[in-house]
């Protein structure tokens, strides 16, 4: 790969991820009677000069200082320099559109520079290189590493008014670092209220504390000034032991009041941990992932260039790259990072019949493949012994992870949720009955993610992607949920990282939502010592 371009999957590209925290400091101010109000854009390098935006952080109103609490979590590739540009706009409209906002600077770098240093601080340039004023951009990486979240609940009562007025407050969380305190967490603004109740969020142990319970953190009150702060420590507020919701109250004290006379505090913070006895979230997944593969006979021969199956000198192609920008990320799910891993459409030796779920090491008794280099490795030794045919039936695959699925549920207990991965190049032949497996499947605890690669019509595929409308079977069985997202390959241009983040966009909610509505807990819910 040219030195530049977005990352390309391929056996030695292993990434790790890496979550970026942004600030600014000193932006130019560009409006008249109030301040600038910021919001910054990341992009990533496609190729050459092209950009693609990753993401965006929230607006934050009348600030030159702003501290964002939207983070950026990343795949970084340690032997691929992936080049990122930081856009700051100060946003005067409700328009998605960003070029009809003022430009206040921007930064471009690459991610190694921002993990190798673990923070830098630059300066924003203008479009033509001069400073942005004395505009500063500050971005700090923190890989991820632990996958612990805990759920808040958090409330206040009896707050100082603000002169006249009743006050309109919020809460920012803070993690302490080498470097000094980061934003963690900013709620809501709770309009006119005194005794202000914010909705409840979720958070991982390791941006609110890196992981360390036992390391302080510290919640700052905000009006329109600053009118109180508290540091506490997330043990006090949630230990791992502790098998019932549990409420820490702090006061809540102004540097500024300390010295009056009868100067109590000006108000009391509530925290409450509303998870479900363990910061274990999402639910453990044993051996979830399971990868099929479409091997028929539309997908061209191997041999050919022209294949989607064809390996280039490079050692990849459409599939592989599939594989790897999304396995990687599955993989974070997967408590022993083993894979069943099937083939359809294909003939398959020695007896040359045409098989729709067949294990691509050719082992029924042990389909499994270690990571996702095994899944690679198989892949590569298993394509030249096929006879690639047809044709593209989805129903058997789907419906033996299902088999699987129903056997955990069972167990009535959430200790497995099946996440299946089918990479394919066309429309589906067995519609009606992979319309019906899929809405019997929304019932069980498992997910079902589709990438398309290739030039085919993908549109009857999207169908099966019901975020708008629940599918149905042809019988008029109505799903569940929605449990299948696709996405075809093309339209992402190679870069696996936001193919990835667009594809498991929703996979978390499905798996805490589902687990939930059955009100099913997690095995092992105390003293829990490994996480993933």
Known sequence: MASGGAPVPGATHLATKVELTISCENLMDMDV????????????????????????????LNCLNPKFAKKFVIDYYFEVVQRLKFCVYDIDNTTYDLSDDDFLGELECTLGQIVSSRQITRSLLLEDKRPAGHGTITICAEEITDNRVVNFEVSARRLDKKFLWWSDPFLEFYKHTETGWQLAHRTEVVKDNLNPIWRPFRISLRALCGGDVERPIKVILFTILVIGRQSVSPVKCSPLTQPVPLIAEFECISPKKLKKRNYKNSGVICIKDSSSSSYLDPYPLSDPGQIAIDFTGSNGHPSSPQSLHYINPEGYNEYLAAIWAVGNVIQDYDSNKMFPVFGFGAQVPPSWQVSHEFPINFNPANPFCAGIEGVVHAYRHCLPQLKLWGPTNFSPIINHVAYFARQALRQ????????????????????????????????LPMSIIIVGVGGADFSEMEALDSDDKLLCSPRGDVASRDIVQFVPFRDFQGNSVALAQSVLAELPDQVTSFFKSYKLKPPNIFGVSDPS
């Open 33 to 60: 009677f109030s301040k600038s109000d910021p919001l910054c854009a990341l992009y990533i390098n496609t190729s050459g000069s092209r950009w693609h935006e990753f993401g965006r952080t929230e607006m934050i």
């Open 412 to 443: 009535n207990m959430a200790s497995q949720y099946f996440v299946l991965l089918i990479i394919t190049d066309g429309v589906i032949t067995d519609m009606d009955q992979t319309r019906t497996a899929i809405v019997e499947a929304s019932r």
